[in-house]
């Protein structure tokens, strides 16, 4: 290729899509969900340059009608991990070598891909996969997943780079290396930006990947890799495996070349992670990079000096947005008594007006959870409340008939430390203890203790005096932090996301902090005229 020393286009986050009514992408959106509907999807694993299809096949149905078959996927064994791992271990020679200006063309056109004509298929797999919709999926499986991409270019540019000081005669070099062997990319259902970004994240950096999906995000999964597929990533680079979890597991944590898992989920799953890994030590040709988020009890502390309708708003929104299945979403409030009337009337007033139902009814703000496993979850822990004669200030119905609808449920506790406030419930349920105005301060070390959690949090104030008492009191509970507004919505080059404690190592996605695991550095110092005698002038003697 030529010389030269490139600069990759400027990264700017991409703009939402309205799709009000009458609007282009709104009609674009549509046709693309109803050509969804309209057929039944086969989709196979991709191993090297195979599309691998099986005899077990798995239905795949939106979660808002269970009744309705989107396709399959076709799922496989303990030998498809191990074909997987060999065929990214074949194509690491050439991936590790092609120039980064290459490899940034491919990410760069992805995104471009997802931006233009993969937008409302994308789109639409995540509103009928995941029953997300449609603003949901604007700003995640469109917006988010090509900022991912644009940007993590950008940074992987910045560390390349950045290079040390060089003294007189010598030169110095820094080199930024994939990792020996392979990175294992485990990736959630709630989010298709995340299902995209931790394998190309690692991949962009020179590493192979072998990637398994959610069961229950599989079905937009497979746009992702037709996308890179299309934009001209190698066969073999990334490896998309639809497998059990612990049968992956107990394959890729085995291998002597196991390099690293990007991982987004459970924080029991992920300790067992940790722990195998740790037991497997041993084995490894390097110590593997262990990045992972793994959730939270995200919390909104409101002060007295907040104003009542922005409360509500954050609230509705921060709790309620996705059904509460964000990582960030809000989970737990602490309201002062003086607001707390006002509040309560706020949130049922606009609860009555808000709809849910399927994705396909763009009036509709809140859709299904993502299974029957975690709608029975939550339920359970709905009808706890109830039968414990914990207050339901709204919701508490729900219904899976149809899909796995359950209605914006708030909860008012008695107690701060009652199960719901230090749970991780992922689902539209919002705890909320009122305290006495003078607790303010007070309330803080409880908010700081009730969970294990530290990903997400706000404090809602007009005071600044109390606002920089949240800041400085809550300063370990989260790894993003609010101020005045709700804990959800981090966007990619401008709040990098990540929480510690209990919810993950904070490697920080959506910037360069994230990029740096993925490489493994090389200093380079080359002399240009070296020393001819070992002897320095203080052997000299004197005179």
Partial sequence: MSNGFFRVPEPANEPVFTYAPGSPERAKLKAALADARAREVDIPMYIGEAEVRT???????????????????????????????????????????????????????AADLV?????????????????????????????????????????????????????????????????????????PFNFTAIAANLPTSAAMMGNVVVWKPSENQVYAAQVIMEVLKKAGLPAGV??????????????IFSHPDF?????????????????????????????PRIVGETGGKDFVLVHP????????????????EYQGQKCSAASRAYIPESLWPAVKEGLIQNLQ??????????????NAVISEKSFD??????????AEGVEIVAGGTYDKSQGYFIQPTVLRVDDP???????????????????????????????DQTSVYALTGSVLANDRYAIEKAVTGLRNAAGNFYINDKPTGAVVGQQPFGGARGSGTNDKAGSMLNLLRWVSPRTIKETFDPPRQYGYPFLNPDE
């Fill in 305 to 320: 000096s907040a104003e009542v309708d922005v409360v509500c708003t954050a609230l509705i929104r921060g709790a309620f």
């Fill in 115 to 187: 931006a233009g004509p993969y937008r409302a298929r994308i789109n639409a797999a995540t509103m009928l996969g995941q029953s997300k919709n449609a603003f949901q999926a604007e700003i995640d499986s469109a917006c988010e997943l090509i900022d991912f991409l644009r940007f993590n270019v950008h940074y992987m540019a910045q560390i390349y780079s950045a290079q040390p000081n060089s003294s007189a005669g010598v030169w110095n070099r820094m080199e930024h290396r994939s990792l020996e062997g392979f990175v294992f990319a485990l990736t």
């Fill in 238 to 251: 990334i490896n998309l495996i639809y497998v059990d979890g612990p049968v992956a597991g107990d394959v």
């Fill in 55 to 109: 005899k077990k096949k798995v239905a795949i149905c939106p979660p808002h009608d269970h009744q309705h078959l989107l396709g399959y996927y076709n799922e496989g064994d303990r030998s498809h991990v191990q074909a997987a791992i060999d065929a990214a271990l074949v194509a690491k020679t050439a991936w590790d070598a092609l120039p980064w200006p290459e490899r940034a063309a491919i990410f760069l056109k």
């Fill in 377 to 386: 979850k939550l339920v359970n822990y709905i009808d706890r409340a109830r």
């Fill in 417 to 447: 430390h009652y199960v719901t406030m230090c749970n991780e419930l992922f689902g539209p349920v919002l705890s909320v203890y009122v305290y006495a105005d003078a607790e303010y301060e007070s309330i803080m070390p409880i908010i």
């Fill in 353 to 366: 007006t808000i709809k849910t139902g399927p994705v396909e009814d763009f009036g509709n703000f809140v």
């Fill in 259 to 287: 390099a690293g898992i990007h991982f987004t989920g459970s924080t029991p799953v992920f300790q067992t992670i940790w722990k195998t890994i740790g037991e497997n030590i041993n084995r490894y040709k390097s110590y």
